[in-house]
């Protein structure tokens, strides 16, 4: 069975500072994982893909993330934090190798201080 | 070129009545598939359809039902509505319904049931 664990309900970082928001998958088979963003009164919105293609993933924004298939973890970082990055970050993995049907994490909620 | 559109934007109801919502996927996308927001549950996968079936289903009763017309236009029903059903749904397209594909969202449809 596929699953996504995200290992924060909230992370807090000062402006400027990297930031990292983590998140541990369980997998039956090679799974395609994702990052999407919700910023208030907004739709999600993909930040970035994993599909086997490389293990480090560049998104927009300038966020990453390294799948680790010996850690089981797809965690998303930043290096600098800018104030338009609060929001909430929901890791994704799919649960189907037909069609989309995918299982969503609880979500990170980002706060950013200035 | 146009996004998801769902409407309503909001909709308010008494238990026991049903409700229908509506999406419209971006133009060209054949797969349509919807989840449901809660604070305590997250998103949770509901349904997809893909050139008018059914393809893939998630844990929901049976009260929760779906369609998809030939012009790719996906609705959402909901019977007898319970207090419980109070949530934000939301609609997302992709092209071709792969499992490492994007997903586009909407903006979803608040329903509170009374």
């Known amino acids: 069975a596929q699953s996504v664990t995200q290992l924060d309900s909230h992370v807090s970082v000062s402006e400027g500072t990297p930031v990292l928001l983590r998140c541990n998958y369980s997998?039956?088979?090679?799974?395609?994982l994702f990052w999407y963003v919700q910023h208030p009164n907004k739709g999600l919105q993909l930040l970035l893909k994993y599909t086997s293609a490389a293990t480090l993933v560049k998104g927009i924004n300038g966020f990453e993330a390294e799948f680790k298939k010996s850690e089981t973890s797809f965690h998303l970082t930043k290096p600098s934090a800018h104030m338009s990055d609060a929001a909430e970050y929901f890791c994704?993995?799919?649960?189907?190798?037909?069609?989309?049907?995918?299982?969503f994490g609880t979500g990170t909620s980002l706060t950013v201080i200035p | 070129k146009a996004g998801v559109t769902q409407t309503p934007r909001y909709l308010i109801k008494t238990r026991g009545q049903q409700v229908t919502l509506s999406c419209s996927p971006i133009s060209g996308h054949r797969s349509v598939s919807w989840y449901q927001q809660t604070p305590g549950q997250g998103l949770q996968f509901l349904f997809e359809y893909f050139s008018e079936t059914q393809r893939n289903k998630g844990n929901f009763p049976g009260r929760f039902s779906g369609r998809q017309f030939s012009n790719s236009r996906s609705e959402m029903n909901v019977s007898t509505l319970e207090l419980g059903d109070s949530a934000l749904y939301l609609c997302?397209?992709?092209?071709?319904?792969?499992?490492?594909?994007?997903?586009?969202f909407g903006s979803g449809t608040q329903l509170s049931v009374l």
């Open positions: 997302a397209s992709s092209g071709q319904g792969a499992a490492n594909e994007k997903l586009f």
């Open positions: 994704v993995v799919t649960a189907s190798n037909t069609g989309n049907q995918f299982y």
């Open positions: 997998s039956s088979y090679s799974p395609s």
